[in-house]
Structure formats: structure tokens, C-alpha cells
């Protein structure tokens, strides 16, 4: 399975980005929050892809889970 979300010193400081773009992840959360959907996310964001952003929810989801 490859690594949805990077964090990288060398791109944007080391926000957690989505893999291969200059996209933070935090981005999609704040869409998400803010009542938009994913579609709306992924028109906004074309570099991401759907599998990449489901996967990047995926890794979220299993990070949580590991927290409670």
C-alpha cells in the first residue's frame, strides 16, 4: 500500500501533505468540516485523486483508531 500522506522538511515546511503534491492534508479535513463534500474538495484540488484522498482518510482513520 503506498503512503497517502507525506511529511517531508522540503515540502511546505513538513506539513503533512497529500503523496506527490504540494496539497495539505488539513486541507481536506477543513472542506470536510466545513460541510463541503469530497467532490467539492477534489474539484478544488485536481492533483489530488479520489484513491488518494480515500486513502488519506484511511491512514487517518487507522492513526485514531491506534489513539484511543
Same mark, same amino acid.
Given at each position: 500500500? !503506498? @503512503?497517502?500522506?507525506?511529511?517531508?522538511? $522540503?515540502?511546505?515546511?513538513?506539513?503533512?501533505? =497529500?503523496?506527490?503534491?504540494?496539497?495539505? !492534508? @488539513?486541507?481536506?479535513?477543513?472542506?470536510? $468540516?466545513?460541510?463541503?463534500?469530497?467532490?467539492? =474538495?477534489?474539484?478544488?484540488?485536481?492533483?489530488v485523486s479520489r484513491d488518494l484522498a480515500l486513502a488519506a482518510l484511511e491512514?487517518?482513520?487507522?492513526?485514531?483508531?491506534?489513539?484511543?
Open positions: 500500500m !503506498v @503512503q497517502a500522506i507525506i511529511k517531508d522538511p $522540503e515540502t511546505m515546511h513538513g506539513v503533512p501533505v =497529500f503523496q506527490g503534491t504540494r496539497v495539505p !492534508v @488539513q486541507t481536506l479535513f477543513d472542506y470536510l $468540516e466545513g460541510g463541503d463534500t469530497l467532490e467539492e =474538495f477534489l474539484t478544488g484540488f485536481p492533483t491512514e487517518a482513520r487507522v492513526l485514531l483508531m491506534a489513539h484511543c
